[in-house]
């Protein structure tokens, strides 16, 4: 019988769904797991063989364990909101569910044929209402929460309020906007919308004038991750910063609890440390700054204020507030042609551009409230107003920027040295005086910044602050395919809908375009309003909204009353193993920590932190072919031969290409230019050239992995991808390797039937040598799963099948053993050989084998012997000889007496289990 991999893998594939294998209950008899994919946006192009890489590697350790005796959740789901759906919808008028239905019909085809352990009925979809009913769930608590400074957690609106009506918000320690100062008496004065926009201005889903990357053709605000170069990652359209009235979650309440919760995860320290640069911690003081001729105080935050003594300038972000109140009209045109060309670039450009160098000086003086000085006031794109009060305080000589800036403009540069301490060149050119002061002298750094932090706070300067550059995430888009917001307006101000209105359904609209007013698509909605006819929201949630707790309803996906239940998280609680690419390293994974938080602050959940361990896997990188065509003529030429020719490379689609020979007929066939092809061959074959590149439709090097199930089976696939390279690293694509991996399963399958074809296993008493073997691979295996290092376990299985093979092997415990270890990267062909042992029942019910150390001790050491220091041959010895009984066995040996020669040896060195020289 041969390994016919298609009949096998259709047949288990069929048996795990109809048994719902992989079905999985809240069982307190067993200790749970927890495994995790970063679910994917379903895309027309569907799975090209990069995508599987996590999720073969998730599987392995997700059926790894529940051999091991756990109870494992490993579901999946799709993050089905986005704007491709949304943009193929304004393209063809076709509505983004039913792209997006189709979508995951694709997906969920491809996930099955690769044989992967998900519970489906866990399946989430972010589109379906009974999903984001949640969503929308969550943002209204988050609404009616704000963040408490003292205890660091979130507590009730109410609570808020009740402490206005009391004392007013003079002693109220909150994460908020800017608020001036009130009483008590004044609270109760307040108008409802006075109250009620101050309340906003706390709340942790705040509604506010932001900066935003607005895309005018795409009619959308965008994220970060989606500008590239200036440019929207869809389409390639214009992004220029808007300022525009958006949603927003108070996110940089909980920097410091993001920060400290990283100390308890079993997370990279790369990925730690990408963590960390994105939260931003500072420790400095945040100092007052006069500006001439004004009543104005610009706070302005820095990490080094001992250096103040060698400030000679003063920059401001393009967008901040401060512009507008201290710009002169002789400065006005300069000013706003410098903000129109900051507005056509991203925050992450600017950061990310230390050489161009730019700026505009506004018309003002700020006093230096330690020297009295005058110093200008600019404005420059270096500077954001999100980070610190978007105002700094420039010392060229101790910052590269600055440094960079002063030279390109002509402004002065003070060396602050030893804290305090300046240079002879530190003076202020323009006065003589020197910058120095006496409370700095003779300093060092660490100290001289102690002091001067005291020092601004003594003069009443300032403030010691803990600054943080993580930001409010803007959670408005102007897309019709994403979350409704539970809001309606009255008087103008934001109120949520009751939570027996929820789910709020998208409505159904004529076109997937803003209004021609410029109103997001929901404006064309006919009766977007409430009962009592409010207004509802226009705008809808971003794509890492439903994203963001996604893990969390995995739990208890059908339960109508809450996001999960108590019984359910306090049962499965937390994420045990998540992997996923480098792409979620930042927003994705700073957003689902706060989410978590936030909801563990109002006991929603059990656990503050949501992923216990983290891994981000590698890039499966595409292995490019080409084939060379004649500039003068038709005829394509084979590798080997283009040095004789003048060519030109062009790609070619992998799919017509094998083993780097190319198929030419279908080359042919690919497209209509190349139907008439003549070609120069070597040895009557066309090879082609390759070059490993990002897999790219572009450079027709995308694999399909039904290809590659279709050709070879999804074990094979299955092993391959895990056989390439460490999980972690990038690795190129090569499927010249993968008929290696194909003939392993084969001889495997070999392995349990005889010369005929037929199988066949012994039921004998399994040898010394063979249970070696076994749990030599056992321990292998085991370690292996456990490190990730699945590219290693295949070798193993490899030389286990040939040792089985030498030996002569069809002991069945022993098959059956290797079966069980087996079964986690080859689960289908796992499964067919454990039916034909015997077994009724599925291989997942089996348990992993247990490592016998006894088995793999050697019972015989090898000592290499010398005569007179040389060693000449090597003498195999049972390891519980005593040393006369060695000096005996080797004494009598025919090649021994040859080097002795005759002699009575001097000196017989014998040290058990290392070495034997003999001294004639």
């Known amino acids: 019988m041969e390994y016919n991999f298609k009949e096998i893998e259709q047949k288990w594939q069929k048996y795990w769904t109809e048994e719902k294998t992989y079905k999985v209950e809240v069982d307190s008899e067993r200790p749970k797991f927890y495994v995790l994919d970063m679910f994917p946006y379903p895309s027309g192009a569907g799975l090209h063989v990069g995508h599987p890489l996590g999720y073969i590697a998730s599987d392995i350790y997700s059926r790894y364990k529940t051999l091991k005796g756990f109870n494992v959740l490993h579901p999946m789901g799709y993050d089905a909101y986005g704007l491709p759906a949304e943009q193929y919808a304004i393209q063809t008028g076709q509505h983004p569910a039913v792209t997006t239905e189709t979508n995951i019909k694709r997906y969920r085809e491809q996930l099955n044929k690769i044989g992967f352990s998900y519970d489906w009925d866990r399946e ?49 320690n909150a994460a908020c906007s800017e608020t001036e100062p009130f009483s008590a008496e004044e609270w109760k004065a307040f108008s409802d919308n006075e109250k009620q926009a101050t309340l906003l201005n706390h709340r942790l889903a705040y509604l ?54 990283m100390e308890t995860l079993e997370w990279t320290d790369s990925l730690k440390e990408i963590q960390k640069n994105w939260i931003g911690r500072s420790v400095g003081a945040e100092v007052n700054f006069g500006v001439k001729g004004s009543d104005i105080k610009m706070e302005v935050f820095t990490t080094r204020p001992d250096t103040i003594f060698g400030v000679t300038f003063m920059v401001l972000a393009p967008e901040s507030d401060w512009v507008k109140e201290l710009t002169t009209p002789e400065y006005q045109a300069d000013i706003d042609a410098y903000i129109e060309a900051t507005n056509k670039r991203t925050e992450r450009e600017r950061l990310a551009d230390v050489k161009t160098i730019s700026g505009a000086f506004t018309g003002a003086y700020a006093i230096n409230p330690f020297t009295g000085q005058e110093i200008p006031i600019w404005i420059s794109d270096y500077v954001l107003a999100g980070y610190g009060t ?109 939570l027996d209105k929820l789910p709020l359904k998208l409505p159904e609209i004529d076109k997937y375009l803003p209004t021609e007013s410029g109103e997001p698509p929901l404006g064309r909605a006919k009766n977007w309003v409430t009962e009592d006819g409010y207004p509802i929201e226009l705008n809808t949630m971003p794509g890492f909204a439903g994203s963001s707790a996604y893990y969390l309803r995995y739990m208890d996906p059908r339960n109508n009353d809450a996001l999960v239940s108590t019984e359910a998280n306090e049962y499965w609680q937390d994420v045990d193993l998540y992997i996923g690419g480098t792409e979620h390293a930042t927003g994705h994974l700073i957003y689902s920590r706060f989410w978590n938080k936030f909801l563990f602050d109002i006991n929603e959940v059990c656990k503050d932190e949501p992923f216990k361990k983290l891994i981000n896997q590698g890039m499966i990188q595409g292995r490019s072919n080409f084939v060379y065509r004649d500039k003068k003529s038709n005829k394509y030429v084979s590798h080997g031969l283009i040095k004789e020719y003048d060519t030109t490379a062009i790609h070619v689609d992998v799919n017509i290409v094998k083993n780097d020979v190319l198929d030419l007929e279908a080359f042919k066939n690919w497209m209509p230019e190349y139907k008439d092809a003549e070609f120069i061959l070597e040895d009557g074959k066309y090879h082609c050239g390759w070059a490993v590149e990002k897999m790219s439709k572009s450079m027709f090097n995308v694999v399909n992995p039904d290809v590659i199930v279709e050709e070879y089976g999804a074990d094979t696939l299955r092993l391959y991808e895990m056989f390439l390279g460490p999980l972690e690293a990038h690795k190129p694509w090569d499927t010249n390797g993968i008929d290696g991996v194909h003939k392993f399963l084969k001889k495997l399958w070999r392995l349990f039937h005889n010369e005929a074809g037929e199988f066949e296993l012994t039921n004998s008493q399994p040898t010394p040598d063979e249970l070696k073997v076994l749990h030599k691979t056992i321990k292998k295996i085991q370690d292996d799963i456990e490190r990730f290092s699945f590219n290693t376990s295949i070798s193993a299985f490899m030389i286990c099948v040939n040792e089985f093979y030498t030996l002569k092997c069809n002991n069945k415990a022993i098959f059956e053993d290797l079966l069980v270890i087996l079964a986690p990267f080859a689960p289908h062909v796992a499964e067919e050989l454990w039916g034909l042992c015997g077994n009724t029942t599925s291989i997942t019910k089996a348990r992993f084998p247990e490592f016998n150390e006894s088995f793999v001790q050697e019972n015989n050491h090898k000592y290499p012997v010398s005569f007179n220091g040389k060693m000449r041959f090597i003498l195999e010895l049972p390891i519980d000889l005593s040393r006369d009984e060695i000096e005996k066995e080797v004494l009598s040996l025919e090649k021994s007496q040859k080097w002795i020669e005759g002699k009575t040896p001097k000196k017989i060195i014998i040290v058990p289990n290392k070495i034997i020289n003999i001294v004639v």
């Open 124 to 172: 989430v979809r972010t589109c379906q209402p009974e999903y984001y009913k949640w969503t929308q769930w969550a943002f209204i608590q988050m609404f009616n929460h704000f963040f408490n400074n003292d205890i660091e957690k979130a507590e009730s609106i109410e609570s808020l309020i009740s402490k206005f009506e009391f004392e007013g918000n003079v002693n109220v």
């Open 208 to 261: 506010a004038d932001t900066m935003v990357n607005w895309c005018p053709k795409l009619g959308t605000v965008l994220a970060n991750d989606e500008v590239k170069d200036g440019l929207s990652a869809r389409g390639g359209y214009p992004v220029e910063q808007k300022r525009m009235r958006q949603w927003s979650l108070r996110v940089s309440a909980y920097a410091k609890r993001l920060l400290d919760g």
């Open 390 to 498: 978007g105002a700094i305080m420039a010392v060229p000589a101790h910052d590269s920027r600055d440094y960079a800036f002063a030279k390109h403009f002509d402004l002065p540069i003070i060396q602050v040295v030893s804290g305090g301490d300046i240079s002879e060149e530190s003076y202020d050119a323009k006065t003589g005086k020197s910058m120095n002061s006496d409370f700095l002298n003779g300093l060092d750094v660490k100290d001289a910044i102690v002091k001067a932090n005291e020092e601004v706070e003594a003069r009443g300067l300032g403030k010691k602050k803990i600054n943080y550059r993580l930001r409010d995430a803007i959670f408005s888009r102007q897309r019709y395919w994403g979350e409704p917001f539970p809001v309606y307006f009255k008087d103008g101000m934001p109120q949520m809908m009751d």
